[in-house]
């Protein structure tokens, strides 16, 4: 037997052998076809109502005067006045702050002389909400002459939100479950979760008026808060 006819022989051997291994093992003859889960992705939402508690106002003051320094220093003196007047209506020191202290020139009609100076100074305060009025007829009988406020607060605000964040969870389940329903699935576990931003809460109340008792009506605020969730489910 020639060397050609060798060569034939041992190549046909070998494609017999690779014949019969394909049929003996037919999973290593062909590639897999990957399976792709079927999940449901739904957002729900939560709003929970609560009633403010808590205020915070800033109080302002402006003085004029010749001269800078007497501009600042006459400003100081009318600002310490409106901080005692409130630390003596019951505002304890750490829910005073300082906001703003500021000092410009004025100048004639035409731009070209400097006339005086003008200083200005704010305080923040936060207060109990039923305090509010009082508050007010405090700062202004002190010397304030600019009040900018209420904005209104809720102290449990974070267990509201937490409330708020069931709410939403339930509301995602339902929404998920009746998506299942409608497509003849089987809604099963969770699989991924995810915190929405809460909004911010609208107050309703009464703009303050400058007059004795100043009225200010609490009204109410939606803590909301939302999920997205990933189910998984079978047909």
């Known amino acids: 037997m020639n060397r050609f006819v060798k060569v034939i022989l041992v190549a046909g051997l070998l494609l017999a052998v690779a014949a019969i291994a394909g049929v003996a093992q037919p999973r290593l003859g062909r590639s897999a076809t990957p399976t792709t889960a079927t999940t449901i992705t739904v957002t729900g939402n939560g709003t929970v109502d609560a009633t ?7 109080f302002g ?6 001269t800078a320094a007497a501009a600042l220093s006459r400003n100081a003196a009318e600002a310490r006045a409106i901080v005692n007047a409130l630390k003596k209506s019951g505002v304890d020191s750490s829910d005073i702050q300082t906001t703003q202290v500021s000092l410009w020139p004025q100048t004639s009609n035409d731009g070209t002389e400097i006339t005086g100076y003008q200083a200005s100074n704010s305080v923040q305060i936060a207060a109990p909400l039923g305090k509010s009025g009082e508050l007010v007829d405090a700062a202004v009988g002190a010397g304030a002459n600019n009040v900018d406020g209420p904005s209104l607060d809720t102290a449990d605000k974070s267990s509201l939100y937490d409330h708020a964040l069931k709410q939403a969870f339930g509301d995602a389940r339902g929404k998920a479950q009746a998506i299942a329903d409608g497509a003849g699935l089987t809604l099963g576990s969770v699989l991924r979760v995810r915190e929405g931003g809460n909004a911010v809460p609208m107050p309703v109340y009464d703009t303050a008026r400058a007059a004795s008792s100043v009225p200010i009506e609490a009204g109410t605020q939606q803590i909301q808060a939302s999920v997205t969730v990933t189910y998984a489910a079978t047909g």
Do not use: C
């Open 61 to 66: 003051v402006m003085s004029r005067a010749s």
């Open 52 to 58: 403010p508690d808590q205020a915070s106002f800033n």
